[in-house]
């Protein structure tokens, strides 16, 4: 494995002493990320992750893994089954099929899932208010993504607004800090900040559509994506180098 270089350098938190957050964590490589980065500052972690129908719900198998690994104050797998009803979204209706090999070829593709990240930043800021926690964390990106709207840095500062005129805690002036470290990142980016901090991204997912045998189907935007960030890192992706995935299992 090839150790990761100086612009691997690791950023300061940006808060003083030990905040609680709440981090939405899917099982991807950017949540991991994240949840490492988290740690490596010292907050507490209430982690979040999501059942809404998807058909790559082994996602949530790493999920876990990864909660259990960084031992997070708390995690929660909330199920919202409504994304499944309204359709519209290759990952939630599998009569639609997941695109391969078109990675950047339509703007917004059929693999987005209509205001998932509005729902799950909704599920995560109730959280935050009712435990306390002052920072939300997200491991959104804007650079080497699918296109998705609600990956912008304009959707985050909506969000943050929002946070600061429809809570309690907002009009109180003590609205939780919404963090998307990665917002300007490149996949390989991340992963050299990933390996600095000594992520296992063997145990992390981010197919969309895996394969009978349990592995990744290495087309669809979301492998494409990852594909592309471990080759900028200058590394082999550790999940293709260990055969079948079995997240969780050590």
């Known amino acids: 494995m090839k150790r990761p270089s ?3 350098a690791i950023p300061e938190a940006p808060t ?4 609680s957050c709440v981090l939405l964590l899917s099982g991807g490589l950017d949540s991991a990320t994240c949840l490492a980065l988290v740690s490596r500052w010292g907050w507490t972690v209430h982690a979040l992750s999501f059942d809404y129908g998807q058909r790559h719900r082994v996602e949530l198998r790493a999920a876990r893994a990864l909660a259990r690994k960084y031992r997070v104050a708390s995690h929660r797998v909330i199920a919202i089954p409504a994304f499944g ?8 209706d599998r009569s639609i099929r997941v695109p391969k090999m078109a990675l950047g070829k339509a703007r917004i593709p059929v693999t987005y899932v209509p205001a998932r990240n509005t729902l ?15 920072e ?7 650079l080497d993504y699918s296109g998705y709207p609600d990956c912008r840095p304009a959707f985050v500062d909506a969000f943050r607004a929002l946070a600061r005129v429809g809570t309690r805690a907002g009009i109180e002036g003590r609205a939780p800090e919404i963090r998307a470290p990665l917002l300007n990142k490149s996949k390989g980016e991340t992963i050299r900040w990933g390996l600095a901090l000594g992520v296992e991204y063997a145990l992390t997912w981010s197919c969309y559509d895996p394969r009978p045998d349990g ?3 290495g087309a669809c935007d979301s ?11 200058g590394m082999a992706d550790p999940l293709i180098e260990g055969g079948p995935m079995r997240p969780g299992v050590e």
């Open 6 to 8: 100086s612009s691997s």
């Open 16 to 19: 003083k002493g030990t905040p």
């Open 85 to 92: 009803a309204l359709g519209g979204s290759a990952l939630t």
């Open 120 to 134: 799950f930043l909704a599920f995560a800021l109730g959280v935050a208010e009712s435990s306390g926690a002052t």
């Open 136 to 142: 939300i964390v997200i491991g959104a990106n804007a």
């Open 215 to 217: 592995r990744p189907c």
């Open 223 to 233: 492998c494409r994506l990852r594909a592309r960030g471990f080759a900028e890192a």
